[in-house]
Structures are given as C-alpha cells and as structure tokens.
C-alpha cells in the first residue's frame, strides 16, 4: 500500500486532540478529518477516524479492517505529526 500525501492541521488543543491528518491511498483513495491526539502519559500521539453521531450511537465514517492498513496509516500519520508538531 502507498500513503501519500501526508497532510497535518494542527489545532488548538482541546480534551487532547491536538490535530487533524489526512493521507492519500494508492493515489486512489484520500482520507481526511483523522484526528491526532496526545497519549494521556505523553509518550507520544495516537489516532481516531471519524464518527458521525446517530441518535446515542457513534457510527463509523471509514477505518481500516485489519491491523497492518491500520499500522501503516497510523505510522505515516505519526511520523508527520511528530515533524509539524515537536
């Protein structure tokens, strides 16, 4: 899988999250609002996809189904984080 395209929009802190990411997969698919947030023992950042609230239940706009998608987008993701934000 290619992930290009890493984009970070750092925002003011709040609860945490302290960006928005977004990547491009394959030069096919482009996935946006991927939000970064700061681990609670601060060792580093970790990521949520999106949700849209229906009624009382969250439901998922897009995320990766199985480990090793979701490996590479949060690496490339973290990685550029790590660049913008530090």
């Known amino acids: 899988m290619k992930i290009t395209e890493i984009q970070i929009i750092p925002i ?3 609860n945490g999250l302290v960006a928005f990411g977004s990547v491009v997969i394959n ?3 482009y996935l946006a609002s991927i939000g970064i947030h700061k ?3 601060g060792s580093g950042y970790r990521i949520t996809y999106p949700t849209k609230k229906i009624g009382n239940k969250d439901m998922n706009i ?3 189904i199985n480990k090793e998608t979701s490996k ?7 990685s550029k984080a790590k ?3 530090n």
């Open 12 to 14: 003011k802190a709040n």
């Open 72 to 78: 590479l987008i949060e690496d490339a993701i973290i």
């Open 83 to 85: 660049e913008i934000l």
């Open 27 to 29: 030069d096919s698919l």
């Open 39 to 41: 681990k609670r023992d």
């Open 62 to 64: 897009f995320h990766p």
